[in-house]
């Protein structure tokens, strides 16, 4: 057994689970799906302020660190190094997920949690497409399901306006000077995501705020790269339209306000 995070005293990873730790598969807990700019974070600070009392499992980007790209660059024969390139992230996932069906839900699978150490409420941040959710469903028969949904227009512009700085990858190609609408059209992929009206639009946004070329170029990569890797559309449809007896809250986060978000989940939890 190996802690996730020496500060981290609730929540293992390994095979036999030492005394007092449970399989995470014989928990209630609470998974949120939504992709990059849905407002996952920005919610959950502000409802360990002013919601029920919960505990945030080691997250999504915990275990693709400590399970998912550590055993690949295992595997690879490679030393053990931290991956920092989104792009890069996406591409060990889905070949973790190729390896393993469920990807993200077979590595949150191996987590071993200790109930004593923590609050009873426990979440997950968070799972994403129609894979992982639908594997979630079968693994987790104690699971329910917080649904944080946004158009990729506005998840994008959430992106270009914040300074995370785990939002970054490797330009990849060469912009065509400072033509914002020539660089992004030669993204990869970018029509199955944004039209050109909206590539317009994006583009505008980015010189008023006087986002650079390569900044904005980058970004709009990330939101590109994980449509490609994930649905949100048909994870969000098979929870909500599928017989299962998982509770499901499906809230739109470009509609409601983030104070009603946090209201609206706060008193869903509370029922648990």
């Given at each position: 057994?190996?802690?996730?995070?020496?500060?981290?005293?609730?929540?293992?990873?390994?095979?036999?689970?030492?005394?007092?730790?449970?399989?995470?598969?014989?928990?209630?807990?609470?998974?949120?799906?939504?992709?990059?700019?849905?407002?996952?974070?920005?919610?959950?600070?502000?409802?360990?302020?002013k919601g029920p009392a919960f505990t945030l499992l080691p997250n999504r980007r915990d275990l693709a660190d400590q399970i998912i790209i550590a055993s690949l660059q295992q595997e690879d024969g490679l030393a053990r190094q931290s991956v920092f390139d989104r792009v890069?992230?996406?591409?060990?996932?889905?070949?973790?997920?190729?390896?393993?069906p469920g990807g993200m839900t077979h590595a949150l699978g191996q987590l071993?949690?200790?109930?004593?150490?923590?609050?009873?409420?426990?979440?997950?941040?968070?799972?994403?497409?129609?894979e992982e959710v639908q594997h979630a469903v079968n693994l987790f028969p104690l699971a329910r399901f917080i649904v944080l949904d946004a158009p990729d227009m506005v998840r994008l512009t959430r992106l270009l306006k914040r300074g995370d700085a785990f939002d970054n990858t490797a330009l990849g190609l060469t912009l065509a000077g400072q033509n914002l609408l020539a660089s992004f059209l030669s993204i990869p992929d970018i029509e199955a995501v944004f039209d050109e009206a909206q590539l317009r639009q994006i583009a505008r946004m980015a010189h008023a705020a006087n986002i650079g070329a390569e900044a904005a170029v980058k970004k709009i990569k990330i939101i590109v790269e994980e449509r490609r890797n994930y649905d949100p559309d048909a994870a969000r449809i098979f929870l909500t339209r599928s017989q299962h007896s998982h509770p499901v809250l499906r809230i739109d986060t470009a509609?409601?306000?983030?104070?009603?978000?946090?209201g609206q989940m706060a008193e869903w939890l509370a029922r648990f």
């Open positions: 057994m190996n802690s996730l995070d020496k500060a981290v005293t609730y929540a293992q990873v390994g095979e036999a689970p030492p005394a007092g730790f449970q399989p995470l598969a014989e928990l209630p807990f609470t998974i949120i799906i939504g992709l990059t700019g849905v407002g996952k974070s920005t919610t959950l600070a502000l409802l360990a302020e890069k992230r996406f591409e060990y996932t889905a070949r973790y997920r190729a390896k393993y071993m949690v200790n109930p004593d150490k923590c609050e009873p409420r426990l979440i997950f941040d968070g799972l994403r497409g129609l509609t409601h306000a983030i104070e009603e978000v946090v």
